[in-house]
């Protein structure tokens, strides 16, 4: 690929993504429509949870169902992070919880996106050892049952309020309503699609690779592929560890989205949340993944009209969409960049419509 | 060429080689013929580090390569067609072989080598697109074969290359085997089918119960009257 190409797609990726972000929150970044944003950010880290679900469920055939262990640790990692080191690390930041400028947010959420990427990480590569020695239904249950731990650890580690809810460190003040120091607001449309979209390039690079096709063959008969010369360990344990990263750093852009992190985010019901997006959108493809998370974190607000019955309806479209497409949305097909490139803009064209500013 | 040392593998508690040794040198064909279950895919396995040996040791060109791991097995040239080809049959026919060469680097020597697999197996060539898994029998052991010599292996493992294919199929097989050693890979193959296996091998192994009870030129064993009676049903 020629070299202005390249830099071109990554200046092209950037230009959306703060047009994204400057149309939703405008220049002061005080009042926008927070529904839209909300929507929108669960779409991108739906996107970022199911893509990176995909290089280990996808790609290497490996069945976790732990997936939302990952994203608490990303989570509770970052959010302890910027508490606790708020004084040293970042004392430009606001305490307050109010709105951060995006450049301001920069470096900062880049430490805590690390924090919680590499945190999650040396976990995921603690849970991908057994995967070298079980296979199927047995490793669901294990990284189910690493879920199950994660959650039970942090509900009693005190520092980080996990029995209830964290909300940052009390400190004294004179103004009870600062009595603590909020977890900063720092992450916004911008950040969170900027990680979506490396996630995908991510992705992408590596299915269309050497490594791609040595995740497959991993996924298809192991023994085949060992008998190829390829390490099928150092795949599959190699898919955990990216896995786990692309998902902590979720987790540290979630809890810097909420203003307070509770234990109840991280039920195992969300583990199985992302694990239908993979197989809805079609095993292994990075496209029909990365759409059917956004349409599964659209659809229940589209079908906000009709109330109660959603409940109804929601699953109901999800049996019939198994039924006729079993094989998930894109089976293992993958659309094209001309496409994709459409699909982009035609999500920016649905967001430029006037937001109504509260 | 090749060299085992008292080779002894357990599944668990069960033995499936007890202290099994032979010898292959450059250039031949040499068939491990023998009943179901006498060790003979095991023995393929032990020298591509498939499954461990407890003791004993494998030789390949001079270098031990006991217990290694089976990519860089891979990597010293020796090339394993398993049992039951275990071709992927989600990928298509070009990726299988892509798949092949996969500890290889040198993109000029993988498409010569492409070039040369489609010449052996013309089949392969029409179906390149297409899912392995669509493919038939006989043409499912000619990937594997396919894929197997991708790696460019000096030594070809080949695990029951006739296994339910029709006879003239068979005979094609065996065919590519002699052409396949004739272009200068030394090749061990594993065969029931003890009359085709030693009609185109230069020396057999007979293994039974994890042991080798017999080892001789395949024209003797061809002609032996206990071989007959056991293996070749006259």
Same mark, same amino acid.
């Given at each position: 690929?020629?070299?202005?190409?390249?830099?071109?797609?990554?200046?092209?990726?950037?230009?959306?993504?703060?047009?994204?972000?400057?149309?939703?929150?405008?220049?002061?970044?005080?009042?926008?429509?927070?529904?839209?944003?909300?929507?929108?950010?669960?779409?991108?880290? +739906?996107?970022?949870?199911?893509?990176?679900?995909?290089i280990v469920n996808?790609f290497t055939g490996q069945f976790s169902?732990g997936?939302?262990?990952?994203?608490?640790?990303?989570?509770?990692?970052? +959010?302890?992070?910027?508490?606790?080191?708020?004084? %040293?690390?970042?004392?430009?930041?606001?305490?307050?919880?109010?709105?951060?400028?995006?450049?301001?947010?920069?470096?900062?959420?880049?430490?805590?996106?690390?924090?919680?990427?590499?945190?999650?990480a040396a976990i995921g590569f603690l849970v991908g050892l057994p995967s070298l020695r079980l296979r199927g239904d047995y490793l669901a249950i294990i990284t189910?049952g690493f879920?199950?731990?994660?959650?039970?650890?942090?509900?009693?580690?005190?520092?980080?309020?996990?029995?209830?809810?964290?909300?940052?460190?009390?400190? +004294?003040?004179?103004?009870?309503?600062?009595? %603590?120091?909020?977890?900063? %607001?720092?992450?916004?449309?911008?950040?969170?699609?900027?990680?979506?979209?490396?996630?995908?390039?991510?992705? /992408?690079?590596?299915?269309?690779?050497?490594?791609?096709?040595a995740f497959?063959a991993v996924r298809?008969d192991e023994i085949a592929a060992e008998?190829?010369?390829i390490n099928t360990t150092r795949y599959k344990v190699l898919a955990f560890v990216l896995s786990a990263?692309?998902?902590?750093?979720?987790? +540290?852009?979630?809890?810097?989205?909420?203003?307070?992190?509770?234990?109840?985010?991280? &039920?195992?019901?969300?583990?199985?949340?992302?694990?239908?997006?993979?197989?809805?959108?079609?095993?292994?493809?990075?496209?029909?993944?990365?759409?059917?998370?956004?349409?599964?974190?659209?659809?229940?607000?589209?079908? &906000?009209?009709?109330?109660?019955?959603? *409940?109804?309806? /929601?699953?109901?479209?999800?049996?019939?969409?198994?039924?006729?497409?079993?094989?998930?949305?894109?089976?293992?097909?993958?659309?094209?960049?001309?496409?994709?490139?459409?699909? *982009?803009?035609?999500?920016?064209?649905?967001?430029?419509?006037?937001?109504? &500013?509260? | 060429?090749?060299?085992?040392?008292?080779?002894?593998?357990?599944?668990?508690?069960?033995?499936?080689?007890?202290?099994?040794? =032979?010898?292959?040198?450059?250039?031949?064909?040499?068939?491990?013929?023998?009943? @179901?279950?006498?060790?003979?895919?095991?023995?393929?396995?032990?020298?591509?580090g498939l499954v461990p040996?407890?003791?004993?040791?494998?030789? #390949?060109?001079?270098?031990?390569?006991?217990n290694?791991p089976a990519d860089?097995?891979?990597?010293?040239?020796?090339?394993?067609?398993?049992?039951?080809?275990?071709?992927?049959?989600?990928?298509?026919?070009?990726? @299988?072989?892509?798949?092949?060469?996969?500890?290889?680097?040198?993109?000029?020597?993988?498409?010569?080598?492409?070039?040369?697999?489609?010449? =052996? #197996?013309?089949?392969?060539?029409?179906?390149?697109?297409?899912?392995?898994?669509?493919?038939?029998?006989?043409?499912?052991?000619?990937?594997?074969?396919?894929?197997?010599?991708?790696?460019?292996?000096?030594?070809?493992?080949?695990?029951?290359?006739?296994?339910?294919?029709?006879? #003239?199929?068979?005979?094609?097989? #065996?065919?590519?085997?002699?052409?396949? @050693?004739?272009?200068?890979?030394?090749?061990?193959?594993?065969?029931?089918?003890?009359?085709?296996?030693?009609?185109?091998?230069?020396?057999?192994?007979? =293994?039974?119960?994890?042991?080798?009870?017999?080892?001789?030129?395949?024209?003797?064993?061809?002609? @032996?009257?206990?071989?007959?009676?056991?293996?070749?049903?006259?």
């Open positions: 690929m020629p070299l202005w190409k390249r830099f071109g797609g990554i200046a092209l990726v950037f230009g959306l993504l703060l047009l994204l972000d400057h149309l939703l929150y405008g220049p002061s970044r005080v009042a926008h429509d927070q529904y839209k944003e909300d929507v929108l950010i669960r779409c991108g880290l +739906a996107i970022i949870l199911a893509v990176s679900l995909n996808g169902l997936h939302i262990g990952f994203y608490m640790v990303g989570a509770y990692v970052g +959010a302890a992070l910027s508490t606790y080191g708020h004084t %040293h690390l970042f004392p430009q930041l606001p305490t307050d919880g109010s709105p951060v400028g995006l450049w301001t947010s920069a470096l900062p959420i880049l430490a805590v996106s690390l924090a919680g990427g590499l945190a999650a189910l879920a199950q731990i994660i959650l039970v650890i942090v509900r009693n580690i005190k520092a980080v309020d996990g029995a209830t809810s964290f909300t940052g460190l009390p400190v +004294a003040s004179q103004d009870q309503a600062l009595a %603590h120091v909020a977890t900063p %607001h720092l992450t916004s449309l911008f950040w969170v699609f900027l990680v979506a979209a490396l996630v995908i390039w991510v992705a /992408y690079s590596l299915r269309f690779s050497v490594h791609g096709l497959l298809e008998a190829m010369g990263f692309f998902t902590g750093i979720a987790g +540290a852009l979630f809890a810097h989205y909420q203003s307070s992190l509770s234990n109840e985010s991280f &039920r195992f019901e969300r583990s199985i949340d992302v694990v239908v997006m993979v197989v809805l959108g079609g095993l292994g493809s990075i496209s029909g993944v990365t759409i059917a998370a956004v349409l599964l974190t659209i659809l229940p607000e589209a079908l &906000r009209p009709i109330a109660q019955y959603r *409940l109804v309806v /929601y699953p109901l479209l999800l049996v019939i969409l198994m039924l006729t497409r079993p094989q998930g949305i894109f089976g293992r097909e993958e659309v094209s960049r001309a496409w994709l490139r459409g699909q *982009l803009t035609s999500i920016a064209g649905w967001f430029s419509r006037r937001p109504d &500013r509260v | 060429m090749l060299i085992l040392e008292n080779i002894e593998v357990s599944y668990g508690p069960i033995k499936a080689l007890k202290s099994v040794s =032979l010898e292959i040198a450059a250039g031949e064909i040499v068939t491990l013929i023998g009943a @179901n279950g006498a060790g003979k895919s095991t023995t393929l396995r032990a020298i591509s040996s407890q003791s004993g040791r494998i030789l #390949f060109e001079g270098k031990e390569i006991t290694k860089q097995i891979v990597q010293l040239g020796v090339g394993h067609s398993p049992e039951g080809r275990r071709i992927f049959a989600n990928m298509s026919v070009r990726e @299988n072989l892509e798949l092949g060469a996969y500890t290889r680097r040198d993109r000029a020597g993988i498409a010569e080598d492409l070039e040369r697999g489609l010449t =052996l #197996f013309p089949r392969l060539r029409e179906r390149i697109g297409q899912n392995a898994g669509t493919l038939s029998g006989g043409e499912q052991q000619m990937l594997a074969m396919a894929r197997a010599l991708m790696a460019r292996p000096r030594l070809l493992l080949l695990d029951e290359p006739s296994l339910g294919l029709a006879p #003239f199929l068979v005979r094609d097989i #065996f065919r590519i085997i002699q052409d396949i @050693n004739q272009q200068g890979t030394t090749v061990l193959l594993v065969e029931q089918n003890a009359h085709l296996a030693l009609g185109i091998a230069h020396r057999g192994y007979v =293994l039974e119960t994890g042991h080798i009870v017999m080892a001789d030129e395949a024209k003797a064993l061809l002609a @032996n009257d206990d071989i007959k009676k056991a293996y070749l049903g006259e």
